[in-house]
């Protein structure tokens, strides 16, 4: 099974920093998910990548494929960007379910 | 639209009693899958439905059943509900299985089982 690990765990920024949140896996896989969860538990997917990078807004994914690993970073940090942030991936690499990270808890001060 | 929609938001139960979350979708999606998060742990499926008429077993199924009564709607049933089902219930659909299409959330349910 793909172990998922995220880092850091918590991480608190003052509003407009740059931040970047970490994605390690274990096995190669075929597609990764970037998940954000609100304070109000509400859980909305930001990004699905394979290759690359995505950048939505101020959101930006990036995966390196070889090195197994994945970073989401925000530009310009905002409060409203406070929430936790989970990576996924497929279980198995390949054609199965999703194991999901513990998240990352960022807090944005203003 | 409405995306994933799941009832109840909150529901107390006592040890023993039976409950059935319901969940549907107004996406069309093929896909829709039940999941727990609990605390210091990442979320885990506990049955899927790839497609309408099929469902499986995921990581955690013991304690629950599910019923996919059509393609918008994937209910999740505790027959006897114990503490350790205490936890926050997770709904999504995608427009197919296994991984390579975007999930939508339902905003979830808190069950606490006394």
């Known amino acids: 099974k793909n172990e998922v690990e995220q880092s850091p765990q918590n991480l608190t920024a003052q509003e407009g920093e740059f931040i970047t949140i970490n994605c390690s896996y274990s096995v190669g896989i075929s597609a990764l998910h970037w998940l954000q969860q609100h304070p109000g538990g509400g859980i909305v997917s930001l990004f699905m990548?394979?290759?690359g990078k995505k950048k939505h807004g101020r959101l930006i994914a990036t995966i390196n494929i070889q090195e197994k690993h994945s970073s989401l970073h925000i530009t310009a940090s905002h409060p409203r960007d406070s929430a936790v942030y989970i990576c996924a991936v497929p279980s198995q690499g390949g054609a199965d379910g999703l194991t999901f990270g513990k998240g990352t808890h960022l807090i944005i001060q203003p | 639209n409405a995306g994933v929609t799941q009832t109840p938001k909150f529901q107390v139960l006592k040890t023993g009693q039976s409950m059935t979350l319901q969940c549907a979708q107004d996406m069309n999606h093929n896909s829709m899958y039940w999941y727990r998060q609990d605390p210091g742990m990442g979320l885990r499926l506990i049955y899927y439905?790839?497609?309408?008429?099929?469902?499986d077993k995921g990581e955690v199924p013991n304690g629950y059943n599910v019923s996919r009564l059509n393609k918008r709607e994937f209910s999740l049933r505790l027959e006897s509900a114990a503490p350790s089902q205490t936890s926050v219930y997770f709904c999504?659909?995608?427009?197919?299985?296994?991984?390579?299409?975007?999930?939508?959330f339902g905003n979830g349910t808190r069950l606490t089982v006394t």
């Open positions: 990548l394979s290759s």
């Open positions: 999504a659909s995608s427009e197919m299985y296994p991984n390579n299409s975007p999930l939508h």
């Open positions: 439905s790839a497609s309408e008429g099929t469902t």
